[in-house]
């Protein structure tokens, strides 16, 4: 069978599933419903997954490892990656009850004050000028902090995208994501606002490059100006792998030139969702943080068990569902925290161990 066909097919199993599961003759037709959605979602089908995984949260379901919830998280991240949005929504859910249900809700002090780090020192932040491509600022006023975040995003080449103007939307939206209402240094209230242009200055900017096969061909032709064989390497590499990447320098610093790169296998840049997310983990390696994840010939990955705030976003097998992970996942307080020290302390945060690198201090203090 062709991928149409298997589709097709695996939605014929999803559908006859739920009128089986919706009806109340008894455990013979429960048990034929979930026989249909699992044959389903070995066809890949998001919805028939998200279902199962339904299922496996109420424990109508039981896995042989006794691994139930484990296997249902890693069932709504396949079919939120497929796009199914309730599997997202479900799945962000669950990490903050699990969130909520270590750390609680902390109580704001009685007598609210400036910002202050671990060590209960008052955090003085303000980055900003021409040579600052994302600017930052931390104020007390009216009894609450708050964290700006201001940049001029300026694109290169999406006047060669059919969908420009939603493109660019995408990529403004991701990065918007960043704002919000975080607890961090121990249970402090934080508000984090986005400032955007889209004035295209010359260096008070973070640019964002489409990788359009016009952009790919120039860069690939004159990679060989290159100092290094290595540098040549990575960035062929980059390029026939159609991943996104961000740049700034061999070091990161606040005052580095920040690039993104997306880049789209399909070549189109039509998807929403996707541009939206690529957008938002990418701007959070120019805000200076590192990744999150498992790479077999570089990095070994974070452990569950390693750090406990990180835990109650634990998928499986060294994946979370954070930002800097899977970019679709929610921004954390921990990812706020390593914000605000990176423009402190000039230095990329780091999750997990690099050469010899340490990791941000931020993780492993709770809360």
Partial sequence: MNQEEITARAALFREKAKVLLQSSEGKE??????????????????????????????????????????????????????????????????????YEAKFGTKQA???????????????????????????????????????????????????????QEAFEKAVLDGIRD??????????????????????GRIFDCVNVAVMTNRLKKM?????????????QKQVQELLQSGRSAAAHGLHWTPYSRKTILLQDKSGRFDDYEEIRAIAKHEFGHTLGLGDLY????????????????????????????????????????????????????NQMQLYQQERRKKVSKALGKGN
Avoid at 42 to 55: F, M, N, T, V
């Fill in 294 to 345: 498992a790479e077999p010939k570089k990095l070994s990955g974070v452990e569950k068990g390693t750090y406990q705030e990180l835990d109650c976003y634990y998928v499986s097998d060294r994946i979370y569902n954070l930002v800097m992970c899977d970019h679709y996942g929610p921004v954390s307080n921990n990812d706020i925290e390593m914000v605000i020290l990176a423009f402190c302390e």
């Fill in 219 to 231: 860069i690939l032709n004159t990679s060989d100006v290159l100092n290094t064989s290595k540098g």
């Fill in 29 to 98: 037709q429960t048990k034929k419903g979930i026989e249909y959605l699992t044959l389903a979602c070995k066809g890949h089908d998001a919805e028939a997954q998200y279902l199962l995984a339904e299922l496996m949260l109420i424990k109508v379901v039981k896995t042989k490892d006794e691994k139930t919830r484990e296997s249902a998280m890693r069932m709504l991240l396949s079919s939120a990656d497929r796009g199914y949005v309730p599997a997202r929504t479900r799945l962000n859910a669950l990490c903050l009850e699990a």
């Fill in 109 to 163: 002090p009685p007598q609210p004050h400036p910002l202050t780090d671990f060590e209960g020192r008052q955090i003085s932040l303000c980055k900003e000028g021409l040579f600052t491509p994302v600017d930052v600022r931390l104020a007390f006023a009216d009894g609450r902090n708050v964290l700006t975040l201001s940049a001029d995003i300026a694109f290169i080449d999406t006047d060669a995208l059919e969908n």
């Fill in 178 to 199: 960043w704002a919000g209402e975080y607890e961090v240094f121990g249970g402090q209230k934080l508000t984090v606002e986005l400032e955007l242009t889209t004035e």
